[in-house]
C-alpha cells in the first residue's frame, strides 16, 4: 500500500503562484508513474499533469500547459506541481495519484490511477 499526502495548497490572487507537494508512505514511488488531478465544485475530476516514472516524461493539460510544471524527488519520496500565474479557474482540489503500471505510459483517466491522496484545496481570487 502507498499512502499520499498532498500539502501546499491555499489561497492566492490571480496571477501568483503555489507550489503543492505530494509525500508517499509505505512504499517508494520510484517505480510509478505520477499524475496530479482537480476537481472543482460541480465538475468532474480532470487530469492536470502527469510524470514518467524515469522523470523524463511528462504530459499536461492545455488549460495549464506553459504555467504548470510536475517534478519529481525520488530521494525525497515526493512530487511536486509548480503552478505559477494561477487564474481563478484553477480554484480546485488538487489530488495527486499513482499509476502502479507504469510501462503502459502516461495516462489522463483517472481511473488508470491506484493510490490517491485526500486532496489539497486551491483556491485563487480575481
Known amino acids: 500500500q502507498v499512502q499520499l499526502v498532498e500539502s501546499g495548497g491555499g489561497l492566492v490572487q490571480a496571477g501568483g503562484s503555489l507550489r503543492l507537494s505530494c509525500a508517499a508512505s509505505?512504499?517508494?514511488?520510484?517505480?510509478?508513474?505520477m499524475a496530479w488531478f482537480r476537481q472543482a465544485p460541480g465538475k468532474e475530476r480532470e487530469f492536470v499533469a502527469a510524470?514518467?516514472?524515469?522523470?523524463?516524461?511528462?504530459y499536461y493539460a492545455d488549460s495549464v500547459k506553459g504555467r504548470f510544471t510536475i517534478s519529481r524527488d525520488d530521494a525525497k519520496n515526493t512530487v511536486y506541481l509548480q503552478m505559477n500565474s494561477l487564474k481563478p479557474e484553477d480554484t480546485a482540489v488538487y489530488y495527486c495519484?499513482?499509476?502502479?503500471?507504469?510501462?503502459?505510459?502516461?495516462?489522463?483517466?483517472?481511473?488508470?490511477?491506484?493510490?490517491w491522496g485526500q486532496g489539497t484545496q486551491v483556491t485563487v481570487s480575481s
Open positions: 509505505g512504499r517508494t514511488l520510484s517505480n510509478y508513474n
Open positions: 510524470i514518467s516514472w524515469t522523470g523524463l516524461i511528462t
Open positions: 495519484a499513482a499509476d502502479i503500471h507504469a510501462a503502459r505510459g502516461l495516462k489522463k483517466d483517472y481511473y488508470e490511477y491506484n493510490y
